[in-house]
């Protein structure tokens, strides 16, 4: 069989980047994925398909509530919900092809099937054995789900399972109010399911701040998402065509019942090693399940690394994908390099939700001194343009002597993309006051991060 310089086990977002960037750097390079399509969690199951259905279903949103205000008079679509899905399939379909496209272009061999590593520099995919100099383990993560509730993909399903629903429920439980459950919860009340959402914690989103949570939860509940909050789901039972969900209220008192049509788990994801026989070959994992690797990616044993949603960190496609270059980096002997402080999150709903590095509260618990900028959206003239101004703000968290900026939250209108103003902000070790004397194009939604940090100074113009 051939030898590579690197052989990248999982084609997700950080092993197709590592792939790429290791084939620029001049190493021979292959991918063994055992999915039929390139692209893994994220183009498949994850973050295209949940987009793709995010923008139908917001469109619908628009047209139902939003287009008669703005003279857009006429009868709301109806829903062909076997057209969505194709349509969430075609875009799949473009994205999983375009990497097949990259891998030829930059002369990666993709190994069709599933790999185990018998030894450090040996891959086994079925009857063949691959060499390799180096091997970067990018196998993933699949859903979790929680004890007494058991995933079918039919009633009881998992983001996977939601997106591929034959119909659409009448009611919808959704464990969970973190980013999948709110993106998939937003997606089918827009279609018209009753969606109830509940949550161990008392707020969703956990590690963001208490005023963002709190203006994020209102804004889903005003688009028609019921929560039940500190609720501890003790079990699901179903029958042929209905579930019933069981929680128990953290609170106290009697455990009470949910009925739906279809309950969506969304209480995490796990790592996934399985059959790649990293036990035997004594690979370090963490507690946690995750396999243990240093700051540049190497796991215990020499020779193979590990990158993505199977290490430590955000389970995020650009984290993935910042660690897949870096590490090709790294084999190439150069300096890869990723700054876990700046890394983005961002939720897809309608507003958008973004944050970037520190908390506020977070801050505050430790110590830290620091001084905060909120603008509302309510002051932007552009956001006020596209209906899209209620309850949305910019804050800016920077630290009160310095002026540095430690950490931004954004809930509004493409928020995702504004959010990377403040990454680079960061990335540079700038001043709100930078960004305050940054000139900002008018009317554009960034003017708000640009009040935001104004809000650290001497103040916002428009509040
Ligand atoms: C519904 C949903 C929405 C999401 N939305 C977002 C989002 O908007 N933004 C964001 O940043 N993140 C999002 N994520 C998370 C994102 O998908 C993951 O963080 C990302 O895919 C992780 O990339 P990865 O390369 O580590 O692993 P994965 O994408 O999980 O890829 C791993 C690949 O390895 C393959 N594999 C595993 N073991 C083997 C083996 N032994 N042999 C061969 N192949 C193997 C698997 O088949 C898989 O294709 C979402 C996830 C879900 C489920």
Redesign the pocket.
């Known amino acids: 069989m051939a030898n590579y310089d690197v052989i990248i ?9 590592s792939a790429i960037r290791c084939a620029q750097l001049g190493l021979k390079t292959a991918v ?4 039929d399509t ?14 793709a259905l995010l923008h139908a279903t917001h469109l619908l949103h628009e047209a139902e509530h939003n287009f008669a205000g703005m003279g857009l008079k006429g009868k709301s679509p109806s829903v062909d919900w076997k057209q969505m899905l194709t349509y969430k399939d075609e875009v799949i379909g473009q994205n999983t092809g375009g990497i097949e496209f990259l891998f030829k272009k930059n002369k990666i061999d993709w190994i069709k ?4 590593i018998p030894a450090a520099g040996k891959v086994q ?1 079925g009857d063949d054995t691959h060499e390799a100099k180096n091997i970067v ?7 979790a789900s929680i004890p007494g509730v058991e995933i079918d993909e039919k009633l009881v399903v ?3 399972g ?2 591929e629903l034959p119909k659409i429920p009448k009611k919808m439980v959704v464990i969970g109010a973190g ?2 459950g709110l ?2 919860g937003s997606v089918y009340a827009r279609l018209g399911a009753e969606v109830t959402v509940v949550e161990y914690m008392d707020a969703v989103c956990p590690g963001m701040d208490k005023d963002v949570q709190r203006s994020f939860k209102r804004i889903l509940e005003k688009q028609g998402l019921s929560f039940i909050m500190g609720a501890a789901v003790q079990g699901v039972e179903t029958s042929k065509t209905k579930a019933k969900v069981t929680y128990q209220p953290k609170a106290g008192g009697e455990a009470e019942t949910l009925d739906a049509d279809v309950v969506l788990v969304a209480t995490g ?1 796990k790592p ?5 026989g990293l036990d035997a070959l004594g690979v370090k994992m963490t507690e946690r399940g995750q396999i243990g690797t240093d700051a540049h990616w190497a796991t215990s044993v020499k020779g193979i690394y590990a ?4 290490i430590e960190g ?8 910042d660690e ?1 270059m870096a590490v090709a980096e790294v084999i190439a002997g150069k300096h890869g390099h990723v700054n876990y402080g700046v890394i983005p ?2 939720v ?1 709903t309608t507003p958008e939700v973004a944050t970037v590095g520190q908390t506020e509260d977070a801050l505050k618990a430790e110590g830290r001194k620091v001084k905060t900028g909120k603008f509302m959206f309510m002051g932007n003239a552009r956001a006020k343009a596209v209906g899209q101004a209620e309850g949305g703000f910019v804050k800016i968290i920077a630290d009160a002597e310095t002026d540095r900026i430690l950490g931004a939250a954004i809930i509004g209108p493409s928020a995702g993309d504004m959010i990377h103003e403040l990454c680079v902000a960061m990335e540079f070790g700038a001043s709100a006051e930078d960004v305050a004397l940054t000139c900002h194009a008018h009317p554009t939604y960034s003017e708000a991060v640009r009040e935001a940090a104004l809000a650290c100074g001497d103040g916002p113009i428009h509040s």
């Open positions: 086990i999982g084609a997700g977002p950080g092993g197709y980047v063994v994925e055992g999915r390139l692209g893994g969690t994220c183009l498949n199951v994850g973050c295209i398909p949940s987009k099937g599933w790999a185990s995919v383990i990018a196998s993933g993560s699949v859903p998992s983001s996977t939601a997106l980013v999948i993106e998939l994801r996934y090693a399985e059959g790649l990158i993505g949603d199977v955000p389970m995020l496609a650009h984290k993935a994908e897949g999150g961002v897809y």
